[in-house]
């Protein structure tokens, strides 16, 4: 069986913690302390659910792993770098505060991984590439009212702009199903990366090797691209907004 190709921050980490007396959970539990989630950071970039960690998360790391955060960053970019070696191992790294838990906390809450999608991030892009930011926390119950798929797999976006208003706002978070990836239905809308950049768009198949991609917004013109240009990464289910 081949191995799954290691990137340069999943190394980077590794390395890192090799260096250390404690086992990668101590680490986590304490990045849970100072961000205030129950999420594990270091777990997530190990397994390859979490590419490009937020800044605010490379910052505690590099504090928890006494790592110096512009190599952390380096290798969040794809460099191979390797960590420094600590004369003594890094402090204990106490949260600015006690984390506190809302009389209203469940022990049953799931996270959404939060991205936004506002920044082009370059031909090939997978869809947790994008700026992650902090997760968000949801009873399963709601989620299961508008879709069975593996919660794991689903994905909440900000940053879509104003192309497909008035369906969607550019303040809108969007829910997508990252396991519906491929273009089997018609007028739906997809979140997918058209050249390297983001898009909320409804994608149109209109030939063979060609896609029409569609905005809502009656000031924005059509466009018909290659099916290569195209990277599906999931089909937008549902979309909250403010009042």
Request: glycine fraction near 6%; proline fraction near 7%; charge should be negative.
């Amino acid at each position: 069986m081949d191995e799954r190709e290691t990137t340069p921050l999943q190394d980077f980490i590794a390395e890192a913690l090799e260096m250390l007396p404690k086992a990668r959970d101590h680490y986590d539990r304490q990045l849970q302390a100072v961000l205030g989630t129950k999420g594990k950071p270091l777990f997530d970039v190990q397994r390859g659910r979490v590419a490009r960690p937020g800044v605010t998360t490379l910052r505690a790391m590099s504090e928890v792993l006494g790592q110096p955060l512009e190599l952390l960053v380096s290798a969040t970019d794809g460099k191979r770098v390797r960590p420094v070696r600590q004369a003594s191992p890094p402090a204990e790294v106490e949260p600015d505060h006690p984390p506190s838990r809302s009389i209203h906390a469940r022990d049953d809450m799931v996270e959404v991984t939060l991205l936004d999608l506002s920044f082009s991030m370059g031909p090939g892009t997978a869809i947790d590439d994008y700026v992650e930011e902090s997760p968000m926390r949801f009873d399963p119950t709601y989620i299961r009212a508008f879709t069975r798929s593996e919660i794991s797999r689903l994905r909440i976006a900000r940053g879509v702009g104003d192309s497909m208003a008035p369906t969607l706002l550019s303040s809108d978070l969007v829910w997508i199903d990252t396991t519906q990836n491929r273009l089997n239905q018609a007028d739906r809308i997809w979140a997918c990366s058209i050249l390297g950049s983001a898009a909320i768009k409804r994608l149109r198949r209109v030939e063979a090797g060609k896609v029409e991609v569609i905005s809502d917004n009656p000031a924005v013109d059509n466009r018909v691209y290659d099916e290569d240009d195209i990277i599906i990464h999931g089909r937008v289910i549902r979309f909250a907004r403010d009042l």
